[in-house]
């Protein structure tokens, strides 16, 4: 009787110690960029969104998806361990698109203890003269 109740305590306190890791968390250094103005003669402009995993379990970038079909994202596809970093990059190209003023979003899912993180990315592209 004491050997079960000895080891039902001692499974209880395993399980409790594997619940209480942390998961793995993205931390963003900013998650908005402004590329400010640009001329439609050069309308492909680029931007790198870093980010560290502040967890304690590996953290994996399951994905990472543009609001348009103009930008294109580039991520990380290894898992990154705790207190390291990964990078996402973010492509805007603007052929073809009217001058003005724009603004994007890139949706990033992870494992981590928040699944879904959003980017921003803006600017003005100027009329070509």
């Known amino acids: 009787m004491k050997k079960i109740i000895l080891l039902t305590v001692m499974l209880i306190g395993c399980m409790t110690m594997a619940m209480a890791q942390k998961a793995a968390e993205i931390k963003f250094d900013k998650v908005t960029h402004n590329f400010g103005k640009f001329s439609e003669k050069n309308p492909v402009v680029t931007c790198t969104f870093s980010f560290m995993n502040v967890g304690e379990q590996p953290l994996i970038v399951n994905q990472a998806v543009a609001s348009c079909g103009c930008t294109v994202p580039e991520y990380t596809k290894t898992p990154?361990?705790?207190?390291e970093k990964g990078e996402i990059k973010v492509t805007y190209n603007g052929t073809g698109k009217f001058p003005g003023h724009f603004k994007k979003s890139i949706t990033v899912r992870t494992n981590g203890?928040?699944?879904?993180?959003?980017?921003?990315?803006?600017?003005?592209?100027?009329?070509?003269?």
Do not use: V
Not at 80 to 83: A, F, K, L, V, W
Not at 113 to 129: H, K, N, Q, S
């Open 80 to 83: 990154i361990q705790p207190g």
């Open 113 to 129: 203890e928040i699944e879904m993180t959003r980017l921003y990315i803006e600017g003005d592209m100027e009329a070509a003269e």
